[in-house]
C-alpha cells in the first residue's frame, strides 16, 4: 500500500484558503504580545519590566488551563454545527475586544500601578482565552478537512503564510504611520483599533468560510465521561510516541519563546538604535520572503520526509540567528568591527537580510512541524479508535504555555537584573552596559535552547510509509 499513489480526503481551494486565513488574526495577536506589549506597559505605561511579566506569565498559566478544556470539550461536541465551529463563533466578539482594550484605555499616570496591573492580567486573560476558543478548535479542523500526507503541509504553509500576512502587515503600518517611537502613547492607540478590526475580520472570515464543511466533519459517537474511563483513554492517547517527542521538543521551544517575548523591541531601540520609521521596511521584506518561502513548502517537502528537512533547516537556524548579536558585543568589548556601526546602509541591509532569511526558514521549519502533529492523528486512531485532535494538539499547548510563562518571566528578571528598572542607569541606556549586560545573558539562552529541541525532533518516527498505511488500514483512501 505504501506504493501505490493515495488519495486521502483532499480539500478544496476554497477550504484551504478560508482555513488559512484565520491566522490574519493569530498573527496580530503574537505580534502584539511577541513585539509591543512588553515594552509598552514597561516604557510607556511605567510598570517595571519584572511586574509586566509577572502579569504575562500568570495569564499565560491561566490560559494554559483553558487549552485542554477547550481541545476536550470540542472533541466530543456534538451539535449541528459540528464539533468545532460552536467555539469559533464564541471567539470573534470577546478576541476582538479584548486586543483593543489592551492597548486602549488610561495613559501614564492615570491608573495607581496595583490596579494596571491586574487590568492587564484581567485583559490577557480574556484575550488569551479567546484566542484559544477560536485557534484550538480552528486548528483541530485541519487533519479532519484533509487527510493526504502532502496536502496538509499546504494547509500548515498557508496557516503560516496568513499569519505573517497579519503580523507584519499591522506591524509595518504602526511602525511607519503609527509610532514615533517605539514610546509613543498616541501611535499605539491607533494600533489597539485597527488590530481589533483586523482580528474581527480574521476570525469572522474563517469562521464562516469554513461552515459548508460542518456536514462533511467527523461526527463523534457518544463518549462516556466517567472520570476513570476519561484517565485511562486519555493516558492511551498521550502515550505515542511521535507525541511524547514532539511534545518534549516543544517545551524546550516554548521556553525560548517565553525568553524572545518583546525583547526583539529592546534591541532594536537600545542596542541597534533604530527609529520605527527607519525599519519599518522589515516588516514588509521578512514576510514576503517568510511568504515566497513556505508557498513553496509543499513542493519542497513532496516526496520527501518531513522531519529531515524539518532538522535541516533547524540546525541551520540555530548556528546562523544568534551571529549579529554575538558580533556585536565582540565588537563591544575586543574593539574588533565585525558588524557596521550603528545607522549605517549596511548594518541595515545586513540586519534586514538576517532577520527575513532566518524568520524564513523558521516558519518553513514550523509549517512541516505542523504537519507532522496532524499526521499523529491518524496513527492514534488506529490503535485506539478515537480521533482526538483536539486533546493531542492541547495538552501539549496548556504545558508549552506554563514553561512560555517561566520563559517570559525569565526575560522580565534579565531585563530587571540587566538594569532596566534601575533609574540610575538610565543613561547607559542606549548602546551602553546595560543592553550589552541583557544581550549576553539572552544570548546564551538563546544559542542552547534550540539545539536542544531540535535533537529531539529527530526521535519523531511517522514517515510517508508509515502515514499511508495509517490512513489505508482506517478506510480514508483510494487507490488511482
Not at 480526503?9 to 482555513?19: C, D, G, I, K, V
Amino acid at each position: 500500500m505504501t506504493d501505490n499513489k493515495l488519495q486521502a480526503h483532499l480539500a478544496n481551494r476554497s477550504t484551504q484558503f478560508f482555513y488559512g486565513f484565520g491566522s490574519i488574526a493569530v498573527g496580530i495577536k503574537n505580534n502584539l504580545l511577541g513585539t509591543f506589549l512588553l515594552i509598552y506597559y514597561n516604557q510607556v505605561l511605567g510598570l517595571d519590566a519584572l511586574t509586566v511579566s509577572a502579569a504575562f506569565g500568570l495569564a499565560l498559566i491561566i490560559d494554559a488551563v483553558s487549552d485542554p478544556i477547550i481541545g476536550i470539550w470540542s472533541d466530543r461536541t456534538s451539535s449541528k454545527y459540528g464539533r468545532r465551529h460552536p467555539f469559533l463563533y464564541a471567539s470573534i466578539i470577546p478576541f476582538s475586544l479584548a486586543y483593543y482594550y489592551l492597548i486602549a484605555g488610561p495613559g501614564p499616570g492615570e491608573m495607581e500601578q496595583g490596579d494596571l496591573f491586574w487590568r492587564l492580567v484581567f485583559l490577557l486573560m480574556i484575550l488569551r482565552i479567546s484566542m484559544t476558543l477560536f485557534e484550538v478548535p480552528r486548528g483541530a479542523l485541519a487533519p479532519e478537512l484533509s487527510k493526504d500526507y502532502d496536502q496538509r503541509n499546504t494547509f500548515a504553509a498557508l496557516s503560516m503564510m496568513f499569519g505573517w500576512i497579519g503580523g507584519a502587515g499591522i506591524d509595518f503600518i504602526a511602525r511607519y504611520y503609527w509610532l514615533d517611537t517605539f514610546v509613543d502613547f498616541d501611535g499605539y492607540q491607533i494600533l489597539a483599533f485597527w488590530g481589533g478590526v483586523g482580528i474581527f475580520i480574521g476570525t469572522a472570515v474563517t469562521t464562516i468560510g469554513t461552515h459548508k464543511n460542518i456536514p462533511d466533519l467527523y461526527q463523534p459517537p457518544p463518549r462516556s465521561m466517567n472520570f476513570s474511563t476519561f484517565i485511562s483513554e486519555t493516558k492511551e492517547t498521550l502515550s505515542n510516541r511521535s507525541w511524547l517527542v514532539l511534545f518534549t521538543s516543544g517545551i524546550f521551544y516554548s521556553l525560548l519563546v517565553g525568553l524572545e517575548s518583546g525583547v526583539g523591541t529592546y534591541y532594536n531601540e537600545f542596542l541597534w538604535q533604530w527609529e520605527p520609521k527607519t525599519i519599518a521596511a522589515w516588516s514588509l521584506i521578512t514576510p514576503v520572503c517568510v511568504i515566497a518561502l513556505t508557498f513553496f513548502a509543499p513542493v519542497i517537502a513532496y516526496g520527501r520526509n518531513k522531519k529531515n528537512i524539518t532538522v535541516g533547516i533547524f540546525c541551520t537556524t540555530v548556528i546562523v540567528g544568534p551571529l549579529p548579536i554575538a558580533f556585536r558585543l565582540i565588537d563591544t568589548y575586543y574593539g574588533t568591527s565585525i558588524i557596521p556601526p550603528n545607522g549605517s546602509d549596511a548594518l541595515w541591509y545586513l540586519l534586514a537580510v538576517h532577520g527575513a532569511s532566518m524568520a524564513a526558514l523558521g516558519a518553513l521549519g514550523f509549517v512541516f512541524i505542523g504537519s507532522m502533529v496532524m499526521d499523529i492523528t491518524e496513527q492514534v486512531e488506529q490503535k485506539t479508535g478515537r480521533r482526538e485532535e483536539g486533546l493531542l494538539g492541547t495538552v501539549s499547548s496548556f504545558v508549552h504555555k506554563v514553561v512560555g510563562a517561566g520563559g517570559v518571566m525569565i526575560s522580565g528578571l534579565i531585563l530587571s537584573i540587566s538594569g532596566f528598572d534601575n533609574p540610575d542607569l538610565a543613561d547607559q541606556l542606549y548602546g551602553g552596559d546595560v543592553i550589552n549586560r541583557f544581550a549576553f545573558i539572552h544570548l546564551m539562552f538563546s544559542i542552547s535552547i534550540p539545539i536542544i529541541s531540535t535533537a529531539l525532533v529527530l526521535m519523531y518516527d511517522i514517515d510517508r510509509g508509515k502515514h499511508n498505511d495509517h490512513i489505508s488500514d482506517l478506510g480514508y483512501v483510494r487507490k488511482d
